[in-house]
């Protein structure tokens, strides 16, 4: 069975560091895109970032741009969201997603909601002093 489990979150002030994780289990990372997503209380779930299949290529959010780093290591199939120089605004659940991908479409990620088909839990993070 398919599992995405995401770790990491917590309280953090403004200007903190956080590392989110997202452990895959009943299947491996190796063919999947993989994105990152979060919404806050009252707002709508929005894309954070995503990388590709293979790796190479990433995408972010203008809000998170420069700040947050996403990264994968297929053999702990495992993909991390380094995020830095943390703001109240970052304030929400994080999820991880996943959407299969063909190996012609390797290089290419989309942090679209409606492109990925498979969540996790979330985990919550909160960016307070």
């Known amino acids: 069975q398919l599992q995405l489990v995401e770790s990491g979150g917590g309280l953090v002030q403004p200007g903190g560091s956080l590392r989110l994780s997202c452990a895959a289990s009943?299947?491996?990372?190796?063919?999947?895109?993989i994105g990152w997503f979060r919404q806050a209380p009252g707002k709508e779930r929005e894309g954070v970032s995503c990388i590709s299949r293979s790796g190479s290529n990433t995408n972010y959010a203008d809000s998170v741009k420069g700040r947050f780093t996403i990264s994968r290591d297929n053999a702990k199939n495992t993909v991390y969201l380094q995020m830095n120089n943390l703001k109240p605004e970052d304030t929400a659940v994080y999820y991880c997603a996943v959407k299969p991908v063909s190996a012609l479409l390797r290089n290419l990620c989309y942090i679209g909601r409606e492109y990925f088909g498979s969540w996790g839990q979330g985990t919550q993070v909160t960016v307070s002093s």
């Open positions: 009943g299947f491996t990372l190796d063919n999947y895109a």
